[in-house]
């Protein structure tokens, strides 16, 4: 069983930190909400690595938002909507669409740089799902690096924003049923309490559940672990996008072929060298991610092959090289050349569309606790993220996050809190080890294709493996690996609980949707199980 805290203390007797809000995580959702909030309170900056080190800065494709008179706010929500499944929420997907503009313009005032034509407009590309060119994108194909060098640098010259590097958040603590502050671990090993008016869980995603992700090391589903301890509702997290193209090459890691690559005319071929993604979907290759990830698993299953390639061949040397310069090196690096070489790809874990559950103000259900970008389940994505609407998801209620805290009361009165665990043996175990067991299983159960006999057995290893909750072990990386364990059994209970596919969720016993039955939310929370919420909001 998941105890409500993972390490001991006594929080009288802890060295204590005050501020008004602390934003745990430095990617773009908490580098903005930090500087959005740093304009009327003090602010605490938890980045467990460096202020430059997040999935953010990995991010290739772009930001989507409407700036073409061509497009509209209308037609964002029908693509956004369409590539949810049915599960997207219209009043969340209502506020990204109209306010996502604006908070692009701030983007910019903050020092970002989008590549601009000769003429000196904003270059647009469009990717999977969209019916518009509407995406923006900084050094071809760097928009991550760009975006977060930016807000680093304006984060850096702000007097009420303190950074703490290589500090990590362990959990919030609550009493009386709100967040009154975090306890941190020092570099060195020492906590330490940080008492905050508010808190906002920015920590990304979870991508390291997985053996092949896109994801850092970093992405250790924190946010979900913490806020689930803390007795925030965790909404929909069997919903997880595999990219479908991850470099897959001997010596390589899984380096994400941005989706942009397609947008720009790349397409895709079997090991046979057969194009075939016109027997899946009409839009071919620009099919919604869920659709063409599961398109190259079954012509990989049919071909005997553990890849499919990716052909950009056609187009011209020049464009590749503008449009894609990080792509272009990084595989040149192991001897692939785009302009004349098919590359070989596979799909990777690379986005989880559910999460730490919020209102429209990024608050969770326990009170003076937000959550924001992809730790967060805002009801936007649904159960299919559209391609680089989660940049857009992270500054417009990052924006929201800012607004709803200033209008709360003061700091709440804290009491005497004492915590020791009777059951936490004084021996350590493997993380490492532990790690890798726990992303294969997951790998081998809860992947692309799912089914009862499979997600049954991960879940019943998943659960023997909450031992280690109660073992003593106070390093970080055992840390990150009991939020791994936490999502991992969250995720698996309702992967199996959902008798359907839909969007990044399959079923090989249940391959079609039932909108009948299904179209509707799984949410869980600390001693509560799984529970079906029906949302009216939905909108296919």
Known sequence: ?????????????????????????????GLYTALQTSEYADVVLISKKGLDDSNTRWAQGGIAAVTAKSDSPALHRQDTLIAGAGLSS????EVLVHEGPD?????IAYGTEFDRDEQGRYELTQEGAHSKRRILHANGDATGAEIVRALSARVKEQPNIHVLEHHFAIDVITQDGESVGVIVQKPGGELFFLEAKATVLATGGAGQLYRYTTNPDIATADGIGIAYRAGARIKDVEFIQFHPTALYYPGAPRFLISEAVRGEGAILRNSNGERFMEKYHPQKELAPRDIVARAIVSEMEQTNASFVYLDITHESEELIKHRFPTIYNFCLQYGLDMVTDWIPVAPACHYIMGGVQTDLHGETSTKRLFACGEASCTGVHGANRLASNSLSEAVVFGHRISERIKELPEHPVIHELSVTSERREPRRFNTRQQRIKLQKLM????????????????????????????????????????????????????????????GGHYRIDFPNKDDLIWRKHLIQAMNEGVQEESDQDDVE
């Open 103 to 107: 908070r692009l313009k701030e983007l």
């Open 1 to 29: 069983m998941i105890p409500r805290y993972i390490v001991d203390f006594d929080l009288q007797a802890l060295p204590r930190m005050k501020t008004d809000v602390a934003v745990i995580g430095a990617g773009i959702a």
């Open 90 to 93: 219209f009043s969340a997907v």
């Open 443 to 502: 790998l081998r159960h809860v992947s692309v294709k799912r089914h009862e006999k499979g997600l049954t057995k991960a879940l019943a290893e998943l659960e023997r493996m909450e031992q280690y909750y109660h073992f003593q072990n106070d390093e970080k990386e055992a840390f990150e690996f009991l939020n791994l364990l936490n999502a991992a059994v969250l995720t698996t209970k309702a992967a199996l609980m959902r008798e359907e596919s839909r």
